[in-house]
C-alpha cells in the first residue's frame, strides 16, 4: 500500500522493519510485559513444610545411633571405694574430658553427615528445610545424650559401691559436664556445613525471562512504533 498525490509516491511502511527478536521493538499491541514465574521444580509451602518435617523427624532419630556409639567409644572413668566414700582410682586421669569430647566429635561428624544428606537429596530447598535440619539436630543430639546416660552404667554411684565391695573398682556413669556446648555441636556442624555447600554448589538465582500478556500498551511501551502503526492506518484510509 503507498501514498499517491499524483506526483510522488511513497511507502507508509519505513524500509527497515525490527527483526521479531529485536530487543528494542514494541511489545505486540495490547499486551503487557510481565515476568515469568520460578523454576517449575521449586517447591511450594505445602511441599516444604512436609520437606521439613520429614528431615526434623529422620535427623532425630538418628541421634539413637550417636548415643550408641557415644556409649562404645567413650572412655570410662574408674571408681573405688573404701567404707567411708567413692574416689576415682585415677585422680589425675582425663577419662571424663574424654567422654565429653567423644560425644562432641561425633556430634561434629553426624552434623556434617546430616547436613550433607539433606543438600543433596533437597538441594532446591528453602529456609524451612534448614530449620527443620536446626531442629531435627537439636533434639537428636539431646536424644543421644540421654540413651548414652540411659543405657551406660548406673547413676547410683552409692548404690554400685555397695554391690562392687570396698576396693573394687566399677565404672562411673556416663556424663557431660557442659551440656549445651555438646549439645548445640551437632546443630552448629550442620549449618554451617550445609551453608558451605549451598555456597559451593547450591542453585544460582536467574535474571526473571519476560513474556508478554495481552492488554492494552500503556506508557512509554506504547513508543513511535504504535504511532507509527497509527498514522499508517490513517494514511491507508485516505
Known amino acids: 500500500m503507498a501514498w499517491h498525490d499524483g506526483t510522488v509516491t511513497a511507502p507508509l511502511t519505513p524500509p527497515h522493519q525490527p527483526g521479531p527478536h529485536d530487543p528494542w521493538q ?3 499491541s495490547g499486551s503487557h510485559l510481565v515476568p515469568y514465574s520460578g523454576a517449575p521444580d521449586d517447591p511450594d509451602m505445602a511441599t516444604e513444610l512436609r520437606q521439613a518435617a ?3 523427624v529422620l535427623v532425630a532419630v538418628s541421634g539413637i ?3 550408641l556409639l557415644w556409649l562404645w567409644l567413650a572412655p570410662r572413668v574408674p571408681l573405688v571405694s573404701d567404707d567411708t566414700a567413692v574416689f ?3 585422680s589425675e586421669g582425663e577419662e571424663a574430658i574424654g567422654a565429653e569430647g ?3 566429635l561425633l556430634a561434629i561428624g553426624f552434623g556434617a553427615l546430616s547436613a550433607a544428606l539433606v543438600f543433596w537429596r533437597l538441594r532446591r530447598g528453602g529456609v524451612l528445610v534448614v530449620a527443620g535440619l536446626a531442629l531435627g539436630a537439636l ?4 536424644i543421644a545424650w540421654r540413651v548414652g546416660v540411659w543405657l551406660g552404667p548406673s547413676s547410683d554411684v552409692v548404690g554400685r559401691a555397695r554391690e562392687a565391695g570396698q576396693g573394687v573398682t566399677f565404672d562411673a556413669p556416663l556424663e ?7 549439645v548445640l555441636a551437632w546443630p552448629f556442624a550442620a549449618m554451617g556445613v550445609h551453608l558451605l ?6 542453585p544460582r538465582d536467574v535474571e526473571p525471562d519476560w513474556g508478554y500478556y495481552g492488554g492494552p500498551v500503556q506508557g512509554p511501551l506504547a513508543g513511535p512504533g504504535a504511532s507509527g502503526s497509527a498514522s499508517a492506518g490513517g494514511g491507508g484510509s485516505a
Not at 533434639?139 to 539431646?142: G, Q, R, V, Y
Not at 557431660?176 to 555438646?182: P, Q
Open 65 to 67: 545411633a550417636l548415643g
Open 139 to 142: 533434639l537428636a543430639s539431646l
Open 26 to 28: 514494541a511489545p505486540p
Open 102 to 104: 567423644t560425644f562432641v
Open 197 to 202: 555447600l549451598t555456597a559451593a554448589f547450591g
Open 176 to 182: 557431660l559436664n557442659t551440656v549445651w556446648v555438646a
Open 88 to 90: 576415682l582410682k585415677n
Open 54 to 56: 520429614v528431615v526434623a
